[in-house]
């Protein structure tokens, strides 16, 4: 799974989460701090990912269900160190080999 899909699935959780939610309020602002993956939801319909199938599918649940929802990039963690060290580690593990040692998956060295 890469970090992109991580984040899809996140957000189809919540909207799941949502869609249980039995207030009055109808209106869902969602920050998500990865440009990618709004660019993904903003694609429109296409080929795409179980993931972003499932938050499309959560969303026109909602949408049906009278709610108004926004998406909005929000720039998390930008300058946090140890953040940006865990971004990038995060961004090239997806590309390395697997490597299984004593039972232990590893990635690189």
Known sequence: MTMGDGEM???AKM???VREYDG?????RVGVDNVGVLRR???GRGFCGKWEQKV???GV???KRGWQIEWRWVP???GVRENEEADRLAKEGVFME????????????
Do not use: D
């Not at 697997?98 to 232990?104: G, P």
């Open 56 to 58: 499309r599918k959560e």
């Open 98 to 109: 697997e490597r299984v040692e004593n039972k232990v998956v590893s990635w690189g060295e």
């Open 76 to 78: 998390g963690h930008v």
């Open 61 to 63: 649940e909602l949408l």
């Open 41 to 43: 939801l903003g694609k």
């Open 24 to 28: 009055e309020a109808r209106i869902l």
């Open 9 to 11: 699935a996140g957000l």
């Open 15 to 17: 909207l799941e989460v």
